[in-house]
């Protein structure tokens, strides 16, 4: 099956600096990629949609300049979250499609806390 | 606003018996469904899913029914096993937005443990 992958699966940074998740296709060419955010015990809140090649489009309240995604490839794309702060410590989770109306796969996620 | 709805955050059930999450929906654009199983730690893997001009699919010991007049879709899962203890969340979907056809919106979760 259709695998995707993530790195790091966790991270601690300090206050300020900035951090950058990877999130793979390793079996397939992902023409959308998706940005997700979990706090403990709710539900999968989507931050942003990424298509290769083009400009992230992020939900409503997520803060794009806070919150960079670059899908330079159809097997990759990244979450940089910059400037990072204790309230960004959260479960952040991709998931890769090959295209519109196909199934989302999920990558196994990324812990980031944020000291 | 939290547009799918899980109202129970936990369910017990003995092995070999059935299990029935249910989800609950607001937004009538909805028109794809899907569940997913969840570990902590780990991302979501796809189970069933059910497209609105259905009202019921099957695969297994699973089967997802789907009343669209009550917006209101439903996990069954028969028998449970021990394995089947996690996170389940549904999610649905709108065909309708365009370029974010997947976008999925995902309910809170019900955490179902199969006892021995």
């Known amino acids: 099956g259709a695998v995707v992958s993530q790195h790091p699966s966790w991270v601690i940074c300090k206050s300020g600096t900035s951090v950058k998740i990877e999130c793979r296709s390793l079996d397939f060419q992902a023409t959308t990629m998706f940005w997700y955010r979990q706090f403990p015990k709710q539900s999968l809140m989507l931050m942003a949609t990424s298509n290769e090649g083009s400009k992230a489009t992020y939900e409503q309240g997520v803060e794009k300049d806070k919150f960079l995604i670059n899908h330079a490839s159809l097997t990759l794309s990244t979450l940089t979250v910059t400037s990072a702060h204790p309230e960004d410590s959260s479960f952040y989770i991709c998931?890769?499609?090959?295209?519109?109306?196909?199934?989302?796969?999920f990558g196994p996620g990324t812990r980031l806390t944020v000291t | 606003d939290q547009q799918v709805k899980q109202n129970s955050p936990s369910l017990s059930v003995q092995e070999g018996r059935i299990s029935i999450l249910n989800c609950d929906y607001t937004?009538?654009?909805?028109?794809?469904f899907l569940w997913y199983k969840k570990y902590p730690a780990e991302g979501p893997t796809f189970l069933i899913s059910i497209s609105s001009i259905k009202d019921k699919n099957e695969d297994g010991r699973f089967t997802v029914f789907l009343n669209k007049s009550a917006k209101h879709l439903s996990l069954h899962i028969v028998p449970s096993q021990p394995g089947d203890s996690a996170v389940y969340f549904c999610a649905a979907s709108a065909s309708s937005w365009g370029g974010g056809g997947n976008k999925l919106t995902f309910g809170t979760g019900t955490q179902l443990k199969v006892e021995l």
């Open positions: 998931s890769a499609t090959p295209g519109q109306g196909a199934q989302q796969y």
């Open positions: 937004n009538s654009m909805f028109d794809y």
